[in-house]
């Protein structure tokens, strides 16, 4: 069931930790027109997705709602809201600011945990054995090696981009 918002648990300052990332810097612009709601393709195969709901979630202060929320990782990042909304808030781009605002508080949905280590692991989203490699082979199609160095330099450059975008 979902918890009452009440004074008590909400973060009156997480508007401005909002603004303060990169994405979230127009959030202030929204009159609550649900043109980014209607818009939405994944509004139409669930009802409950709503970003215009999250967006005053955010305003009003409803931090652990909306870090928690498995919603925020449900944008497909379509840009049709962006496209439409005329505020020009970017609500992809706000999506996307949610989301490392999670990242970095330790919120991260367990899927996408599961796809870091193995990303960590070998480079990949899927392990690539001599298995996978004999039916590459057999298809007439290229093997692959694993790439780990590579997908462990590309998540160390994103670490020092998050951390500069935190200055
Ligand atoms: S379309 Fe823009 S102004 Fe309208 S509710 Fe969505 S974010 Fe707010
Ligand atoms: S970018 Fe995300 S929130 Fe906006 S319309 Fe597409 S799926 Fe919906």
Known sequence: MEETLTEKNLDLKFKYQVIKEKGGEKLFRCFSCATCTLSCPVHVVDEEFNPRRIVRLTLIGAKEEVLKSPFIWLCSACYLCSE????????????????????????IPPGLEAQLELLKAHGRLYEIGDFEN?????QGVPTLTEMKELALKVLDVAELLNLKGEK
């Open 134 to 138: 004999k039916k590459r082979a057999k």
């Open 84 to 107: 439409r909304c005329p505020q020009d808030v970017r609500i992809t781009d706000l999506m996307t600011a949610l989301k490392n605002i999670a990242v970095k508080e330790g919120v």
